[in-house]
């Protein structure tokens, strides 16, 4: 089944240049079906980017998937035009009355920041505590995976000597979780972040498991014992280029940067960079719409509790 989205949101022809099938709003009204319910909040600057990575992404579900995005209200994005957050993005008060199947929150470029010390705060703790009772299962990704182990568990987030930047091995700590069903004994994904956290801190408490983690990269993906919040600490829904702009951006900024690890053959930016983690990021979605949405999910919206 095909995803579900705005009419005329940009990514759309991104994807369907790439063979993904993408429908629009119109077509999907004459299919008798069900389809999930699944809002972004995006929390990136640049959001038609991310947009177009989440969408990629979840593209490759059997289920048809209803795509809304939200956007915070207390945060004036300067690098998305406003036309665009006009027409295809929510704001929480226009949907805080809904329930949703599912539920994902991006990473943002603040984790420089205390958490209290963020601009959006105070909103986004009112979107986590809304999402408990309001969504199936909640999938935050890199800093939003720190802000919501902050927020719901106290689990702290701390600085790195440098820049965890870069494609790192990573494996399975139980196998028989639904979300890694399918899972190679190693498999890659690329990380891009200033600030880490503790695997003691994560194990220090009774609901959380840590389902993933990496030598270099440390703890990657951990779940509430309900599996309905799901913290990733990666980005596997980077495209191939996303961390050679980011290398680029910050060189041309004078900022202190070192080579992505395992990213260019060769370790030369001179040298296009080959994907390693496409199939461990389809997998990932996959298994979360499925087993945590879709198999969990009660076919009334208004039932989820």
């Not at 008798?32 to 980017?49: A, C, F, S």
């Not at 009772?133 to 927020?151: E, F, P, R």
């Amino acid at each position: 089944m095909p995803l579900n989205v705005p009419d005329n949101l940009p990514a759309i022809d991104i994807l369907k240049e790439e063979n993904i099938f993408v429908m629009d709003e119109t077509r999907a009204t004459q299919q008798d079906i069900r389809p999930l319910k699944l809002i972004i909040l995006n929390l990136m600057p640049i959001k038609i980017i991310t947009e177009t990575h989440l969408l990629r992404t979840l593209a490759n579900s059997p289920l048809q998937i209803e795509i809304s995005f939200l956007n915070i209200e207390s945060h004036v994005s300067k690098n998305t035009p406003r036309e665009h957050l006009e027409t295809f993005y929510l704001s929480f008060k226009d949907i805080k009355d809904q329930k949703f199947d599912g539920m994902i929150i991006t990473g943002a470029p603040v984790e420089h920041l205390n958490f209290e010390d963020v601009d959006y705060w105070d909103e986004l703790k009112e979107i986590m505590d809304w999402s408990l009772h309001h969504v199936t299962s909640t999938l935050y990704i890199c800093w939003a995976a720190q802000a919501g182990l902050y927020y719901h568990y106290q689990v702290p987030k701390y600085p790195t000597d440098k820049k965890v930047f870069g494609i790192f091995n990573h494996t399975v700590n139980n196998a028989t979780v639904p979300l890694v069903r399918g899972f190679d004994d190693e498999f890659q994904v690329p990380h891009s972040r200033h600030t880490t956290i503790n695997r003691e801190d994560v194990l220090g408490v009774d609901d959380l498991e840590i389902i993933s983690e990496s030598d270099e990269a440390g703890v990657y993906i951990v779940s509430s014992k309900d599996g309905r919040q799901i913290f990733v600490t990666g980005h596997s829904e980077y495209e191939a280029l996303t961390l050679k702009g980011e290398y680029e951006r910050d060189l041309a900024k004078g900022l202190p940067i070192e080579v992505p690890k395992n990213y260019f053959p060769n370790d030369d930016p001179s040298q296009m960079p080959k994907i390693t983690w496409r199939s461990h990021a389809s997998l990932l979605f996959s298994n979360w719409l499925n087993y945590y949405v879709y198999q969990q999910t009660p076919f009334k919206l208004e039932d989820i509790k």
